[in-house]
């Protein structure tokens, strides 16, 4: 298996697991802001000895990739507070979706970051992407699934923003599995206690199994799942892992139905089509064989592919 197969099965592998959070969100039965504030906590001492491992082998983390991974725990914390708010308002599976919108986030800031050119595709599927989102928002749909859908929708884009900024901090690091995490961890931990009052508080003693249930999100998702794309990230276009990590709205939505009983009307299943669809269309780039005698003419970076509190 080549080096950049290898990579994607990982980011793969990484997004199938953190799949499962929103689910083990809705599980747990605590707050929005007491399920992201453990979700850090517990992940913080098995990532701090991860990270001593690392570093023992690789050196320290240059000065540069703490910042940015300081920054990327700011913005992640508040990616876990609105999400987990949005799981509230409008289910695990939906709103595992609408945080993925990010794949544009992503696209086209990378474009601007890193010379990634996006595609005239993804151009295009732009506006339709969000014609699913508005399907998803319940607003011509008398029969939508969620406490309050739109609610969920206004949650869900915030919860992209913040993701986009998260992965392209974490783009922008030292190629570092564990250390930029372990870093980000702990400042989200910080950063979401601090702002769990403006996010209708944080439990700080949730009971049993609500207990259980956290531990498994912060060693699953947040440990093992995180790490694996944190591998990935800076092995490969931004874009690309964009689109790989659309496994996770994806997979999180069958789950929700089987685990949780969700059930999004058929109007909200629409739009999640609409918008995995969208993103897999705008993800496409075409390419052209080299007529007989004509030399490839090397292109410009461009967006390989379209990239889910």
């Known amino acids: ?118 595609s005239s595709r993804l151009m295009v599927a732009t506006p339709i992407v969000f014609a699913g989102v508005v399907l998803i928002s319940g607003v011509f749909d008398s029969a939508a699934y969620g406490r309050d859908p739109i609610m969920g929708v206004l949650a869900g884009v915030a919860t992209s923003i913040s993701y986009a900024a998260f992965l392209l901090l974490m783009k922008a690091g030292p190629a570092r599995a564990v250390g930029p995490l372990a870093h980000a961890t702990v400042v989200a931990t910080v950063a979401i206690a601090l702002l769990s009052p403006l996010f209708g508080g944080a439990d700080l003693m949730p009971s049993w199994p609500a207990h259980g249930w956290l531990l498994l999100l912060a060693l699953g998702p947040q440990v093992l799942g995180w790490s694996l794309i944190t ?49 897999l269309y705008g993800s496409r780039t075409r390419t052209r064989s080299p007529r007989p005698g004509e030399t490839r003419r090397k292109e410009p970076r461009e967006q390989q592919v379209p990239k889910a509190g």
Not at 62 to 74: H, N, Q, S, T
Not at 102 to 114: E, I, K, T
Not at 254 to 271: H, K
């Open 1 to 118: 298996m080549s080096a950049h197969r290898r990579i994607v099965l990982i980011a793969i592998v990484g997004a199938l697991i953190i799949s499962t959070s929103a689910p083990l969100v809705r599980l747990s039965g605590v707050s929005p802001a007491t399920s992201a504030l453990f979700r850090c906590a517990y992940a913080v001492p098995p990532m701090i000895v991860l990270a001593w491992l690392e570093r023992r082998r690789l050196g320290p983390l240059p000065w540069k990739g703490v910042v940015l991974a300081w920054l990327a725990g700011v913005v992640f914390a508040l990616d876990l507070l609105f999400w987990h708010h949005a799981i509230d308002y409008v289910g695990a599976g939906l709103a595992t979706v609408l945080g993925n919108l990010q794949v544009f986030l992503v696209a086209f800031a990378a474009w601007a970051l890193f010379g990634e050119r996006p």
């Open 231 to 279: 591998f990935s990230l800076p092995r490969q276009p931004a874009a690309l892992t964009a689109l790989l990590l659309l496994v996770q709205p994806m997979t999180t939505v069958a789950l929700s139905a089987v685990a949780l009983g969700e059930r999004p009307s058929a109007l909200q299943l629409a739009g999640c089509a609409v918008i995995v669809l969208g993103v």
